[in-house]
């Protein structure tokens, strides 16, 4: 069994930075890569970035290319997403997902998903 535990959310300024982490404790699949979803109140899910952790492949989101960084730690099993020039638009619930593959993950066909950690931008 795999568990998904994130960390790093709180309530910040526009313009301020927040890094959060997932780490992932279990069995894995041996290939897998690991990505951060965000829901805001009455919007659908949404992918926000993904990372192979095989190959290191990423992914991230029109709307926060430039802003968002994702980046792994293997050795820890961790995944985390740096979040830069926050706005007020990058409030949401953040969750962190496992899936087999890229493709798997990018269509929310998940295996495994966090408990999520709230991200609030005040303007």
């Known amino acids: 069994q795999v568990q998904l535990v994130e960390s790093g959310g709180g309530l910040v300024q526009a313009g301020d930075s927040l890094r959060l982490a997932c780490a992932a404790s279990?069995?894995?699949?041996?290939?897998?890569?690991m990505g951060w979803f965000r829901q805001a109140p009455g919007k659908q899910r949404e992918i926000v970035a993904a990372?192979?952790?095989?190959?290191?492949?990423?992914y991230h989101a029109d709307s926060v290319k430039g802003r968002f960084t994702i980046s792994r730690d293997n050795a820890k099993n961790t995944v985390y997403l740096q979040m830069n020039s926050l706005e007020p638009q990058d409030t949401a619930l953040y969750y962190c997902a496992l899936a087999q593959n890229m493709f798997s993950l990018s269509r929310g066909r998940i295996d495994y998903w966090g408990q999520g950690t709230q991200v609030t931008v005040s303007s």
């Open positions: 279990g069995r894995p699949f041996s290939h897998y890569c």
């Open positions: 990372i192979s952790v095989t190959d290191g492949g990423e």
